[in-house]
């Protein structure tokens, strides 16, 4: 199975805006591979059918895992750290994949369905702080 006609394609991928991604995630039961690593997974995730979640620092051991023969969107924060997994991917012979661009952050915004543990929020002035805001 393909992507339906959705998409811009920017540094040789193909790119799908949020609302591209979970319009293939509904009907063309593509699947949302998020690389975010998993110190960011615990407050925020994309609530859709399925969701497979290998960190992007552990793509390379778990890639095999994946399935071939359905469409893999790749996600992160942003659509930044996804780009190297898609690099990966492609070079490990995946076709079937495109970005999310921007990332779960667009994804909220878009007002898509989300997942949220309140006891797993972040807090911090900046990331290099960022703590849990409900654990003492």
Not at 5 to 34: P, Q, R, T, W
């Amino acid at each position: 199975m393909a992507f339906l006609k959705h998409g811009f394609i920017s540094s040789g991928f193909l790119n799908l805006s949020a609302g591209e991604a979970y319009k293939e995630v509904i009907e063309n039961k593509a699947v949302i591979l998020d690389v975010r690593e998993l110190s960011l997974t615990g407050y925020k995730n994309f609530d859709v059918p399925e969701v497979i979640h290998i960190p992007g620092s552990k793509i390379a051991e778990k890639y095999n895992s994946l399935p071939v023969d359905v469409p893999i969107i790749v996600a992160d924060s942003v659509g930044l750290k996804s780009h190297d997994a898609m690099v990966f991917l492609q070079g490990k012979g995946f076709t079937n994949i495109a970005n999310l661009a921007g990332g779960i952050v667009d994804w909220e915004v878009d007002g898509l369905p989300l997942k949220k543990d309140i006891t797993e929020q972040l807090d911090g002035s900046c990331v290099c702080q960022l703590r849990p805001r409900h654990k003492k």
